[in-house]
């Protein structure tokens, strides 16, 4: 089991570009979780999926944010236009239907200058 | 709505000595808790988990924490730490009754293990 994959670990973007971060839940997993972590705001649930379905996107910040999961093995979380105050890392998670507590990805770091 | 304070940012303590992370949760329905570590430059790995039944609950590395409803905390214990247990804890919970599978984190508390 390889785990939740993410790529890439790291972006640099320029403010106003669209950036694409990616995500492979395990296998079996039918819960999909999007999570960004900041020094100010800690960790913040972005979205979450049961079976490749948005179930709570409130966490969004805003419009330039969104995600799709148009399968079970793979989501991507999309910002278009960057700005800079997006940089964090954002995690994402995966959990089975009759398990709780998730299992994170390594993350990817994105820095927008 | 549901929160997690964790009252500790930082908890420096001697190797081998024991230690205590404080976890107390404000929630209107009935909760699981959960402790994760989260290593440098890495993700958060789950460290043990109340769901029901025993109030004290065993996970790895030699770690445990206690429910204890009537002060709403979870605590975080471990006899002995090592070194190796220098790492950022983060309490978190989630619904029972509504089913809403998201974790709701605490703003984490950094263990510095010393020599």
């Known amino acids: 089991d390889a785990g939740v994959i993410q790529s890439p670990r790291h972006e640099v973007t320029e403010m106003g570009q669209e950036v694409t971060l990616r995500c492979k839940p395990i296998s079996g997993h039918d819960y999909l979780f999007w999570y960004r972590q900041t020094m100010m705001r800690g960790l913040e649930l972005l979205i979450y999926f049961n079976n490749n379905v948005p179930i709570d996107d409130s966490g969004m910040p805003e419009d330039r944010f969104s995600a799709k999961m148009p399968n079970a093995s793979f989501s991507t979380l999309k910002i278009q236009p960057s700005e800079p105050r997006d940089s964090a890392v954002y995690f994402c998670?995966?959990?089975?239907?009759?398990?709780?507590?998730?299992?994170f990805g390594s993350g990817t770091r994105l820095t927008v200058v | 709505a549901q929160s997690v304070t964790q009252l500790d940012s930082q908890v420096p303590v001697f190797e081998e000595a024991p230690v205590e992370l404080r976890c107390n949760y404000s929630s209107s329905v009935s909760v699981y808790l959960f402790w994760y570590v989260q290593y440098p430059n890495q993700g958060l790995q789950l460290l043990l988990k109340?769901?029901?039944?025993?109030?004290l609950v065993k996970g790895i590395n030699g770690f445990e924490a206690e429910f204890n409803k009537s002060q709403t905390s979870f605590h975080l214990r471990k006899p002995s730490v090592h070194i190796s247990d220098t790492a950022e804890y983060f309490c978190a919970v989630s619904d029972v009754d509504t089913g809403r599978r998201a974790l709701t984190f605490g703003s984490g508390t950094r263990l510095q293990v010393q020599p």
């Open positions: 998670a995966s959990s089975g239907t009759g398990t709780y507590g998730y299992t």
């Open positions: 109340y769901l029901s039944g025993s109030t």
